[in-house]
């Protein structure tokens, strides 16, 4: 799915420069690889469909505690422009907005004002009530520093060291923590020196020539995550009706977003009879 997802941000990037979408190095520090990242090279790269891969030299690891690193062509979104730009195509495709708040999914088909409703999409992120569900709090930090590349360090004790930049003047993310089934909003000023110090010491690029960092906000979100992985199914319940789920992504929200949109596509045009549409 992430594979098919990189292929439609390509074109997307490519047909809407606009988008918000932005095609740039990915480079991966690892303090203790597993055995798959060890044997990882250009040749298993290109079977699994990773363009542009290449192993770095020594010395362009940070320090002695990275063993390993990697380069490959990533991609970023600025969430405020992308999400503009998907519901602007929606709109120009035919499709329409109503705001409702709903208990199960099932009350949809009982819409009136809605017509007649042959199939609904859960992506609800949170399940209505599924027991699978937790969330997973995250605090990061957005600053105005610019990174010309995703670049990730997965240290020895298992935490991690990251940044997404945002591009179309959005600023860089700074991370960041995954803490299961913790719903403080409040941000940690000791969690966000944290973060900025163990990035600046991954990629001292970052900081720039005043070698600093310009701070615009501390994030706190919870993501929806899911025991075993996401729901991605057809539920049928009678009268030629059917829902398919689809949430529970947890952080990789939109690295999967338009393989599982396929996915739910090819579900939605099996129960319906007819051909998949092109997204």
């Known amino acids: 799915m992430a594979l098919r997802t990189f292929a439609r941000m390509r074109e997307l990037h490519k047909s809407y420069p606009a988008a918000g979408i932005t095609f740039m190095p990915g480079i991966e520090y690892l303090e203790a690889p597993s055995p798959a990242y060890q044997a990882l090279d250009a040749e298993r790269?290109?079977?699994?469909?990773?363009?542009?891969?290449?192993?770095?030299?020594?010395?362009?690891?940070?320090?002695?505690?990275?063993?390993?690193?990697?380069?490959?062509?990533?991609w970023c979104v600025n969430p405020m422009v992308y999400c503009s730009f998907l519901l602007r195509r929606f709109g120009y495709l035919g499709g329409k907005v109503v705001k409702k708040e709903v208990r199960s999914p099932a009350e949809i088909f009982e819409m009136r004002e809605l017509g007649k409703v042959d199939a609904v999409i859960n992506a609800s992120g949170i399940g209505f009530g599924d027991p699978d569900v937790f969330?997973?709090?995250?605090?990061?930090?957005?600053?105005?520093?610019?990174?010309?590349?995703?670049?990730?360090?997965q240290n020895a004790d298992g935490s991690w060291s990251f940044s997404v930049p945002r591009n179309f003047d959005g600023g860089t993310i700074i991370g960041g923590t995954k803490?299961?089934?913790?719903?403080?909003p409040n941000p940690s000023?000791?969690?966000r020196a944290a973060l900025l110090q163990n990035f600046a010491m991954a990629y001292p690029q970052i900081l720039g020539k005043d070698k600093k960092y310009r701070v615009i906000a501390d994030i706190v979100g919870r993501r929806p995550t899911r025991k075993n992985g996401m729901r991605l199914e057809k539920e049928l319940i009678g009268d030629g009706k059917c829902i398919i789920h689809a949430y529970g992504l947890g952080?990789?929200?939109?690295?999967?977003?338009?393989?599982?949109?396929?996915?739910v596509s090819g579900l939605l045009s099996g129960h319906l009879g007819t051909a998949s549409p092109k997204l």
């Not at 542009?52 to 380069?71: M, S």
């Not at 969330?135 to 590349?149: E, S």
């Not at 952080?251 to 996915?263: D, I, K, M, T």
Request: glycine share 10%; aromatic share 8%; with cysteine.
């Open 45 to 74: 790269a290109k079977r699994l469909g990773m363009e542009g891969f290449r192993l770095l030299c020594p010395n362009e690891l940070p320090d002695d505690k990275v063993k390993i690193g990697f380069e490959y062509d990533s």
């Open 135 to 153: 969330i997973t709090r995250g605090q990061t930090c957005l600053v105005a520093n610019p990174c010309p590349a995703t670049v990730t360090r």
């Open 179 to 184: 803490e299961p089934n913790n719903w403080d």
């Open 189 to 191: 000023p000791k969690v």
């Open 251 to 263: 952080g990789r929200g939109y690295e999967l977003s338009w393989g599982v949109s396929e996915a």
